[in-house]
């Protein structure tokens, strides 16, 4: 019997033992660090020699820098987003531009420029650089107009940017450990470091920390490996560029009158004869006639003279609306907008012009970015000869950001909102031409981006009269006209057709019946008109423009005189 014990005991025992290394074995492995490690250039994504990984803050972006002669450039579209979105290339003319209140700073291809601290390089640096059709900036470039700090760094190249100047939590390693890829013993190792070394919070997972190092490695290390937790104040001493604007010390009561040839700058003393409390006159007297920028012009001396005698300001137009000439074609050109600066300053200086008043429609999302720095631009020509800079925008529309409302709200004077075309000359269906509702979300949407003392309101002088024909095959077509205040009086009476006030509108409406057709019209008269206007004291705006001169009624002076005092 002690024979066949003795086997029994040995195997059991041996089967302990074996399970104990086991056991032991699952928990060692379970609790012990993997000291696999994240290979740095893997890491960083550099795959060539000249690569250069890009850390904006605390976030790695997927775009890649490179090095070249020591220097750290960054892609212009990198700097666009992230950085300073006044930088801008010229890509058909290899030219970089930057733009500032009063200049403008052009940099070719190959030129240089000198470090500002004294113990670099003093033969100085290049600034920009293309590399597979894509323009690089010299980061020492950039942060001499931008509020950044930048460490570069080598094996693996990358640059490390400070651009947010916001309150961080950092802590510091109680002893020498690792930054891991997760918040896991099992995560493998991106960076060592050492007892004593700041790191910067990101993330708080109790027992890990999402950190960023000094250095540019983000990632993850165990709380209790920390101490020290305490906020820092982030500051940098930058001047920041000054935008200095003409500011008028009156609300501002404007009108555009349409000026289609010479002879008809002649109509404007019986046309203002009756229009109380004009400050501003705005004649549609320019126009891009073709891709080189040239302009066309019906500007008179006597016209201002008179408009000048009468106490009344002239801000001439410029429009883009001949369809033969593309504004993404001049605008996009440095030389061509150049010279249509040129032309526009020379004719204010000339014709002893008070402002420039830029209408510019239609503008699609390529020629967003191009309209912008011909603002940049002409602004600080305006600025330097005390003209004012008025720009004409849609109401603010998903499809309409590109103008981009805040970058002008910066470099111009005043920035108007054409509070009308709600419904417009080929909509599918009838409406108003600027239902209060409409005119509203206009300004609230630009009150969004724009100081209120640079927003003036635009509002119509005019309606669409609405015409709705039934076809054969029992569809609507829907067709409109563009009239005056007076002559929507005239065909009401004609038709002996009833209007209705609409509360959603703030608007009368009529309707009526002639020839078969079914006639829709949403009136502008005193009532509407005095609705609009008193957004402008509400909303506290520098003041209202109408659409277009000739067109109101003669009472209507007298409506918004009640509010432009």
Not at 105 to 119: A, F, N, P, Q
Request: aromatic share 10%; with cysteine; net charge negative.
């Amino acid at each position: 019997m002690k024979k066949k014990i003795v086997p029994i005991l040995a195997a059991s025992i041996l089967i302990l033992i074996v399970a104990g290394i086991g056991i032991a074995n699952h928990y060692i492995e379970k609790y012990t660090p993997t000291d696999a490690r994240v290979d740095a250039e893997v890491y960083f994504g550099i795959e060539k020699a000249d690569d250069l990984a890009v850390v904006l803050q605390d976030k790695l972006i997927e775009d890649k820098g490179m090095v070249m002669d020591g220097v750290a450039y960054i892609r212009y579209t990198t700097i666009k987003e992230y950085l300073n979105d006044r930088f801008y290339w010229d890509a058909r003319e290899n030219v970089m531009i930057y733009t500032t209140p009063t200049d403008i700073i052009t940099v070719d291809v190959g030129s240089k420029d000198y470090y500002v601290s004294k113990d670099r390089n003093t033969e100085g640096y290049t600034i920009l650089k293309i590399e597979d059709s894509e323009a690089y900036l010299a980061v020492e470039f950039v942060q001499k107009y931008t509020n950044i700090e930048y460490q570069t760094f080598l094996d693996p190249n990358r640059v490390l940017i400070t651009h947010q100047w916001e309150d961080i939590q950092t802590v510091q390693v109680k002893r020498d450990d690792s930054i891991r890829t997760l918040g896991g013993i099992k995560s493998p190792i991106i960076t060592d470091v050492k007892k004593g070394d700041v790191l910067t919070v990101l993330e708080d997972l109790d027992d890990w920390k999402g950190v960023i190092t000094p250095d540019g490695y983000i990632g993850y290390i165990e709380t209790r490996k920390l101490t020290a937790e305490k906020t820092q104040v982030m500051a940098r001493v930058f001047n920041e560029p000054v935008y200095t604007n003409i500011s008028k010390d009156y609300i501002i009561n404007l009108t555009w009158h349409q000026v289609t040839y010479q002879e008809a700058n002649d109509e404007v003393l019986s046309m203002i004869a009756n229009a109380k409390g004009l400050t501003t006159l705005s004649p549609t007297w320019f126009s891009l006639i073709d891709n080189e920028g040239n302009i066309s012009s019906l500007a008179s001396s006597t016209y201002v003279n008179y408009a000048h005698r009468n106490g009344i300001e002239v801000w001439a137009l410029i429009d883009n609306f001949n369809p033969d000439v593309s504004t993404f074609e001049v605008l996009s050109s440095a030389s061509k907008r150049e010279h249509l600066i040129n032309q526009l300053i020379s004719a204010a200086i000339t014709y002893n012009l008070d402002g420039i008043n830029i209408d510019f429609e239609d503008l699609d999302e390529a020629t967003g970015e191009p309209f912008i720095q011909f603002l940049r631009e002409l602004s600080i020509r305006c600025r330097k000869n005390n003209i004012v800079l008025s720009v004409d925008n849609p109401v603010p529309m998903p499809f309409t950001q590109h103008y981009n409302r805040k970058e002008q709200g910066i470099v111009v004077d005043y920035v108007i909102i054409m509070g009308y075309d709600e419904h417009y000359a080929g909509s599918e269906e009838s409406g108003s031409v600027a239902s209060l509702p409409f005119v509203i979300a206009g300004i609230e949407n630009t009150l969004d981006e724009v100081p209120k003392e640079k927003i003036i309101s635009g509002i119509p002088f005019y309606t669409r009269l609405w015409k709705e024909t039934t076809i054969e095959d029992g569809s609507v077509v829907v067709t409109s006209e563009a009239i005056g205040m007076n002559y929507a009086e005239s065909i009401l009476a004609l038709h002996e057709a009833e209007r209705f006030w609409s509360e959603e509108a703030s608007q009368y409406y009529a309707e009526f019946k002639a020839d078969g057709d079914l006639y829709r019209i949403w009136l502008e008269e005193e009532d509407s008109i005095e609705e609009k206007v008193k957004l402008v004291k509400s909303y506290d705006l520098a003041g209202v423009a109408s659409w277009k001169l000739g067109l109101e009624k003669e009472s209507i002076w007298n409506v918004i005189l009640k509010y432009v005092k």
